[in-house]
């Protein structure tokens, strides 16, 4: 069974900072296959992607909206598998309200790319997590 937890929300002034953190644990994460990505929604919007990672070799790919400010990391040792993904939210100052969701899938391709910033491609998902931006 996959299981995908979110932390890091909260409320952040426009033009702030914070770091999301996803923690994940299951069978798909012992292969060198699984792909891991952001999704957010704001309230009364479609869900979009934010960013997606290729894990076994940390190449990204992000939204239009948020690239050059936002950051999708994860931690590297030998067993990448146990090591939590992360986002880092940088000047917030366009965003408005959302959830952010962390998602994982297997990996087609040795890369990711806008294809895989689609919900469709999500085969599991986070509760979320609430960012709340104050002006």
């Known amino acids: 069974q996959v299981q995908l937890v979110e932390s890091g929300g909260g409320s952040v002034q426009a033009g702030g900072s914070l770091r999301l953190s996803c923690a994940h644990s299951?069978?798909?994460?012992?292969?060198?296959?699984?792909?891991l990505a952001w999704f957010r929604q704001a309230p009364g919007k479609e869900r979009e992607g934010v960013a997606a990672i290729y894990t076994h070799r940390g190449q990204q790919k992000y939204g239009d909206a948020v690239k050059g400010r936002f950051t999708i990391s994860q931690e590297n040792s030998e067993d990448n598998s146990k090591n939590p993904m992360y986002l880092d939210v940088n000047s917030l100052k366009h965003e408005k309200n959302a959830m952010y969701y962390c998602a994982a899938f297997v990996c087609y391709r040795d890369y990711v790319n806008i294809e895989d910033l689609s919900i469709k491609r999500a085969d599991y998902w986070g509760p979320g997590t609430q960012v709340t931006v104050s002006s």
């Open positions: 299951g069978s798909i994460f012992g292969s060198n296959k699984y792909c």
